[in-house]
């Protein structure tokens, strides 16, 4: 199993930044693939970032693409998703996700974090 652990969300004004982190633990031969996706209320699960972590090959949803940025420290086994020039329409709960498999939507993926809320005014 994997255990992954999101923290950093929080409220920021428009034009803001935060920085998601990632703890993950356990069996890392199922992370081959992180990421991040969000959910609003009333609104569809949507693909934020995912990063193959043996390439560092990195992909990014559209309305997102430019502003966040997903990456890892290996040493620390974390991965963060740093997000800038925040909107209003940013404002979600973001989960952590892992999976062995990169060939599906995130919010698929076998394991997830408890979610963090991001919130921009």
């Known amino acids: 199993d994997v255990q992954l652990v999101e923290s950093g969300g929080g409220s920021v004004e428009s034009g803001g930044s935060l920085n998601l982190s990632c703890a993950i633990s356990g069996n890392t031969f199922s992370t081959y693939c992180m990421g991040w996706f969000r959910q609003a209320p009333g609104k569809e699960c949507e693909g934020v970032a995912v990063l193959f972590t043996r390439g560092g090959s990195t992909f990014y949803g559209n309305s997102v693409k430019g502003r966040l940025t997903i990456s890892q420290d290996s040493v620390k086994n974390t991965v963060y998703l740093q997000m800038n020039s925040l909107k209003p329409e940013d404002t979600a709960v973001y989960y952590c996700?892992?999976?062995?498999?990169?060939?599906?939507?995130?919010?698929?993926?076998?394991?997830w974090g408890q979610g963090t809320q991001v919130t921009v005014s």
């Open positions: 996700v892992a999976d062995s498999n990169c060939d599906k939507p995130e919010w698929e993926y076998d394991f």
